[in-house]
């Protein structure tokens, strides 16, 4: 699973790095071709092929960008990637801005004025936010912000590839003169489906499955088809009033043609009816004539008086004698009989290039024909003086003559962007087809179309941005309290979340098990009607006196272990809950949670140690009652029994044998004995049935007045104790006294064989303790005896080598427990014993 898992990212990083480097190769290849002007076919292709030089440098520079973070996703080297990305921003950013201010960016780019199309200026600002949010998605896996806008570059692109494809160019260009061209939409959905495919291996194939990521993809591609889908129908109206206005001119122009010319032949007429009438002559009085006519209409370049053999008589002309010359041949080749006032030649292009026909008038001095009134007419210099100055800046026109262009006043590349709103109309000059096209100009499209429906197109894309973000959003919300409702339901315990006016607004699974209610029945219901109402015994609860209440009214938590809860059966249950308020982004406050569990076990569990606690104190003061009484009974034999010992003693001296005397003297220290041992189980018996009373004590102090009362052995036996900055406690002076007294008389009894015996007394303040340790360099012990030692009785060492009861350390150990302290050992064999205790610091009760 985990080869193919492999195998799938190895493929989508193949696909990635193939698509960026085939729009980097193209984009190279087209900055290479007009630095050296290697496509002049193209020239002419601006809709589909040709592309400006920003175009193609931000292709190429978005696409080495893409590559940097395929191949260095955590490298620094994404920085350059970051870089471009500003780029390729301002890029489509400025084009943006002179599509919708009219800024020019011919000076700023030292550059020929360029141009781009506004949608595929949008696809680069995108393209440049891409880049630039890529290397903080890549960082904290963010992918969804850059998967938005790659969808919306696919989605222009493909809708320009769709309309290229189906021959409908509405959206090209947004109604705008500039369209974006059939290679930079291929070029902008490769690159955009490199870069999807690069977050596709990214996140491993989980956009495809996360929820978070395709429902609000989807919305926002529909949305964003819904805003195009209205911006086409804004759109489309203002085209067809922009091209009813354009095909408005048509009419105009034709009729105005028809006029000029007719009123042409009309004056043409008059001057062979002065003719005929001899009102002129031929000679100087003709020439001057003829001049004027020639003067006063701009397409008539020659005026000539023919034979019938239609040689000229005489001719006046604006061209020069050659092209004049070459004219008058041409007359036999586009003279043809005709029985009509006026004749025209098919119309033939000149030396100039110009089209132009001969018109011939028939004219007689004598009754007869006499010859011919003929005139080269230009057709170039007809068109160009049809329009008025006004109308030139509204409309571009266009006549052709079958395939050959006439006259046409466009004369920049620019100006033929705006051909696809071109009207053409058929109409017959002089006897011949011509073909009309009119489209507008800027001023004409600004005046029609406006930046309703490009502006409308933009707040719904941004909407539909929005849109996705908060159905993104959402979805992660709804996730995250999927998550958090199954690991509230996974608990044990009983969770509900109340608002302001108690009303519930969730309940896990196991709260709702516990009340005997399903979560659905508990929603909206006030929560303390359902299983708060009623005290432990029965009576009403009122709700002002909730504590769960109190938490959402006053913002403190609650805290309760006393009350129950009610059942949907009606019967109750000991619980222990905490009501926690809870505060909106403003701190207001507008709920509680709720926290509960039954704690009906713990209360039976509690009872049955309380009942063993007191039984089994019960016990204790019956036998430390019994050993007291025990004690105290045996104290009064034992001491007449040693009394009368030292009667014999003294009295019957002489009279014992040394057997005798040996005897008496075992039975006397066996009696002494069993007095120290009866004293020891008194003060044992005293410890625990004593009063604590807790003063301040000063532990060096305590530790002056015992080495005084030690003194005789300490100076016998030359033995060091050392001890200083002993604290201060809390604690009563008498046990407190007996605890150390018996710690140093241990430590002075176990260090009887050693030459330089040393005792250490030190103390060791901690956070809520003072911990003080008794060392000694004795014989020490064995470590698994070191809570045997603190038991009562228990010797380590037999009482030939070291006398004692076995009593003292349990005195120890219970006076220090009765302090709320604790005690334990550390030791080992000819190594000496430590003796560690602790003393609370707070003035606690006695334990």
């Known amino acids: 699973m985990l080869k193919s898992q492999i195998t799938h990212v190895n493929i989508a ?26 496509l002049p076919s193209l020239e002419k292709d601006y809709y589909f092929t040709k592309m400006s030089i920003e175009e193609l440098v931000a292709f190429s520079l ?15 080297l994404t920085n350059f990637a970051t870089i471009i990305g500003a780029f390729v921003f301002l890029i489509g950013f400025a084009f943006l801005v002179k599509y919708f201010v009219g800024f020019s960016l011919g000076d700023v780019w030292a550059l020929k004025e360029t141009w781009m199309a506004p949608n595929a200026a949008l696809c680069f600002v995108i393209m440049g936010v891409v880049l630039l949010s890529l290397n903080v998605s890549l960082t904290k896996k963010l992918y969804f912000y850059p998967l938005l ?108 043609a028809k006029e000029v010319v007719e009123l042409q032949h009309k004056a043409l007429q008059r001057m062979i009816k002065r003719i005929q009438s001899q009102h002129i002559t031929l000679g100087e009085e003709w020439e001057s004539d003829a001049k004027d006519y020639l003067k006063d209409n701009h397409e008539f370049m020659i005026l000539a008086l ?15 004698p050659d092209n004049t010359m070459l004219l008058l041949q041409q007359i036999k080749q586009s003279f043809f009989p005709t029985t009509t006032s006026h004749f025209v030649g098919a119309p033939f292009q000149s030396i100039n290039h110009d089209l132009g026909s001969w018109i011939f008038f028939p004219f007689s001095l004598t009754g007869e024909r006499s010859g011919y009134l003929a005139i080269y007419y230009n057709y170039h210099s007809l068109f160009a003086d049809l329009l008025s100055p006004v109308v030139k800046k509204l409309i571009y026109v266009k006549w052709r003559y079958q395939d050959r262009v006439v006259y046409q006043n466009a004369e920049t590349q620019l100006e033929f962007q705006s051909m696809h709103w071109e009207q053409q109309h058929q109409l017959i000059l002089n006897g011949y087809p011509f073909t009309l096209t009119v489209w507008p100009t800027q001023l004409f499209i600004d005046k029609y179309l406006s930046l309703i429906p490009a502006g409308f197109l933009v707040f719904s894309l941004i909407f539909a941005l929005l849109f996705a973000t ?32 108690g009303e519930t607004t969730f309940y896990n699974q196991a709260g709702a098990e516990m009340v005997g209610y399903t979560s659905d029945e508990t929603l909206g219901r006030i929560q303390h009607l359902l299983t708060h109402h009623s005290y432990p015994d029965g009576t009403h609860y009122p709700a002002e006196q909730c504590p769960i209440y ?14 129950v809860f ?61 050993s007291y009484s025990v004690s105290h009974d045996l104290k009064a034999p034992l001491r007449h029994i040693i009394g009368f010992i030292d009667l014999m003693k003294q009295d019957q001296n002489n009279q014992f044998s040394r057997e005798g005397e040996r005897y008496l003297s075992v039975i006397s220290k066996a009696a002494e004995k069993m007095s120290h041992l009866i004293d020891d189980l008194l003060k044992f018996s005293r410890v625990g049935r004593a009063s604590v009373n807790k003063q301040k004590i000063s532990l060096n102090r305590l530790m002056n007045e015992l080495e005084e009362e030690f003194q005789s052995e300490i100076k016998a036996r030359n033995i060091s104790i050392h001890y200083r900055d002993l604290p201060t406690v809390f604690a009563d002076e008498n046990l407190m006294r007996s605890v150390l007294m018996n710690l140093i008389g241990n430590a002075i009894k176990f260090t009887a064989r050693q030459k330089k015996p040393l005792i250490v007394i030190s103390s060791n303040e901690k956070e809520d303790v003072y911990e003080i340790a008794v060392q000694d360099n004795g014989v020490g012990f064995e470590p698994q005896y070191h809570h045997k030692i603190f038991e009562t009785f228990q010797r380590l060492h037999p009482a030939s080598e070291f006398e004692g009861t076995g009593i003292g350390l349990a005195i120890v150990a219970k006076i220090i427990k009765r302090h709320g302290g604790r005690v334990w050992a550390e030791s080992e064999i000819n190594k000496g014993t430590t003796i560690y205790f602790t003393i609370p610091k707070r003035m606690n009760h006695d334990q």
């Open 566 to 626: 009610w059942r949907k059966d009606g019967t109750s249950f000991p619980v222990e809950y905490r009501s926690e308020p809870i505060f909106n982004e403003q701190g207001k406050l507008i709920g509680a949670v709720v926290s509960f569990f039954d704690i009906t076990e713990r209360k039976r569990m509690k009872e049955q140690i309380e009942e063993r606690n007191a039984a089994l104190e019960a016990s204790n003061q019956e036998l430390e009652a019994f």
């Open 470 to 501: 908060l159905a993104h959003y959402w979805q992660l919300l709804q996730t995250s309290k999927k998550h958090l409702q199954r690991i509230i339901d996974s608990v044990n315990i009983g969770i509900y979340g109340l608002n302001s006016k």
């Open 306 to 320: 023919l034979n019938e053999n239609l040689s000229p008589r005489v001719y006046e002309s604006k061209l020069s």
């Open 149 to 256: 806008l790659l969808t919306l570059i696919i989605l222009f692109s493909s809708l320009v590839l769709l309309d290229y494809s189906i021959h409908f160019s509405s959206t090209y260009g947004w109604g705008s003169l500039s369209n974006m061209t059939l290679l930079s939409a291929l070029l902008f959905l490769l690159w955009s489906l490199s870069a999807w495919i690069f977050l596709f291996q990214e996140t491993q194939k989980t956009i495809i499955s996360n929820q978070t990521y395709i429902l609000p993809l989807v919305a926002f591609v529909l949305v964003s088809l819904a805003s195009i889908g209205l911006f086409e129908l804004l759109a489309i109206k203002e085209r067809n009033d922009l091209r009813k206005a354009i095909a408005s001119f048509l009419p105009q122009v034709e009729t105005t």
């Open 13 to 38: 990083h193949f696909f990635s790095v193939t698509l960026a480097v085939l729009v980097g190769l193209v984009g190279l290849s087209g900055i290479i071709a007009w630095f050296i002007q290697f």
């Open 550 to 563: 109190a938490s959402f009214k006053d913002g403190h938590s609650r805290v309760n272990d006393s009350e």
């Open 62 to 76: 978005s696409s080495l960008g893409l590559l940097f973070y395929c191949f260095f996703p955590k490298s620094r």
